[in-house]
């Protein structure tokens, strides 16, 4: 055979193999639908980061949001509340019906905040902490409201006995675990990441510490199975700077015994600042950020934590790569609402019709017997 007729036949075998390669990446990126298609629902009416998301009487409510923050505007300096408006939290609250795909606005949290943890039982929302400003425990709050869907109203709780901003928040037997998040030190200022685990009765109204989370961290995402609390992912870093300090630790938290488990399967793809639910015994985890000093990310990524097994599924991407986007199931269908198309850290996206967050609202129907 020719040297040139040689070589060419060793180039084409060269651009199959790297054919092939490619292709594993793409599907391994992109996995298969499995019967799964990504739809579109009514666009959210004020589109926003920092948005979470809980399911009540049949309904989707999206709670709070960071704030448009102008160019340039830089935060104040410690001890300065007064300046330019830096991520002034909207406090929003909507609900969403799915018969008629509609919004619907309700009223705003009291106390405007952003990064707040929420849970909700019998029939109501209790909202824990979060920060007026900036990401910091020294701006965090202790407020703490239980919001009526129905009659549209809030009540002030008993207050936490420290302030709080990006915990998670679940409900486990009709006590809610308000775990980790940011908080300032003894002295009342700075910021530190902390485990700490304390448990609301809404029933007396009254607060007990519990056994603090292992991993200290904030921006995580959690769910419940079985009588069981999971935190997922998350950061060990005190907000967005110098980065985000992604994990991909997943730790059990069992409030029958106040015991944590060993460290489970760890999550696909470390991520912090996303959505997450909960449906047929599994956590779904949505979207998320990462920032370095060369980027400031957003994720496509949908994957499914399976306690039962200790296992991850990694599911169709989502539509559009968000963070701080509120997630919740009605029925099979996983919806996923707004959030901000790249990393908080990020300039807002001047130009845009949404300068800094995206109006979208997307469902993914989950077939019954998903493995």
């Known amino acids: 055979m020719p040297v040139v007729i040689k070589r060419v036949f060793a180039v084409v075998a060269a651009a199959c193999v790297i054919a092939i390669a490619i292709g594993e990446r793409v599907v391994a990126q992109n996995p298969p639908a499995r019967g799964m298609r990504w739809s579109k629902a009514a666009p959210f009416p004020e589109p926003e980061e920092e948005l979470y998301g809980t399911?009540?009487?049949?309904?989707f409510y999206v709670i709070g949001g960071f704030g448009f923050t102008p160019p340039g505007v830089q935060p104040p300096p410690p001890g300065v509340s007064k300046g330019p408006c830096f991520s002034c939290p909207p406090a929003l609250v909507y609900e969403y019906d799915a018969g008629p795909d509609k919004w619907t606005k309700k009223k705003n949290i009291p106390v405007a905040v952003h990064h707040q943890a929420q849970a909700a039982y019998n029939g109501k929302i209790y909202i824990f902490g979060g920060c007026t400003r900036a990401i910091s425990g020294e701006g965090g709050t202790t407020n703490v409201w239980?919001?009526?869907p129905v009659a549209?109203?809030?009540?002030?709780m008993a207050p936490m006995s420290v302030k709080r901003c990006s915990p998670i928040a679940e409900?486990?037997?009709g006590k809610i675990y308000v775990i980790g998040g940011l908080e300032p030190y003894e002295?009342?200022?700075g910021t530190r990441v902390t485990g700490r685990n304390q448990m609301f009765d809404p029933a007396t109204n009254t607060w007990t510490e519990r056994s603090p989370m292992p991993t200290a961290r904030n921006h995580a995402f959690a769910g419940v199975v079985n009588g069981k609390i999971y935190v997922i992912g998350g950061r060990i870093g005190a907000g967005n700077i110098p980065a985000t300090t992604n994990v991909d630790v997943v730790e059990e938290y069992d409030p029958a015994t106040n015991l944590w488990g060993p460290i489970k399967d760890r999550m696909p793809t470390p991520r912090s600042g996303g959505g997450a639910?909960?449906?047929n015994g599994k956590i779904y985890?949505?979207?998320?950020?990462?920032?370095?000093?060369q980027m400031s990310a957003a994720f496509r990524a949908l994957e499914a934590y399976d306690p039962a097994s200790n296992t991850w599924d990694v599911l169709p991407s989502m539509?559009?790569?968000?963070?701080g986007n509120a997630m919740g199931f009605l029925g099979n269908r996983l919806h996923v609402v707004s959030g901000k198309m790249e990393g908080g850290g990020a300039p807002d996206m001047a130009g845009t019709e949404h300068p800094y967050a995206t109006a979208s609202h997307d469902v993914l129907e989950i077939p019954s017997g998903t493995q």
């Open 285 to 293: 985890v949505g979207g998320g950020e990462l920032q370095n000093r």
């Open 171 to 173: 409900q486990v037997g």
């Open 319 to 323: 539509p559009t790569a968000v963070h």
């Open 187 to 189: 002295n009342g200022m």
């Open 55 to 59: 399911v009540v009487g049949g309904k």
């Open 152 to 156: 549209d109203s809030y009540r002030a």
């Open 146 to 148: 239980e919001f009526d």
């Open 277 to 279: 639910a909960t449906y």
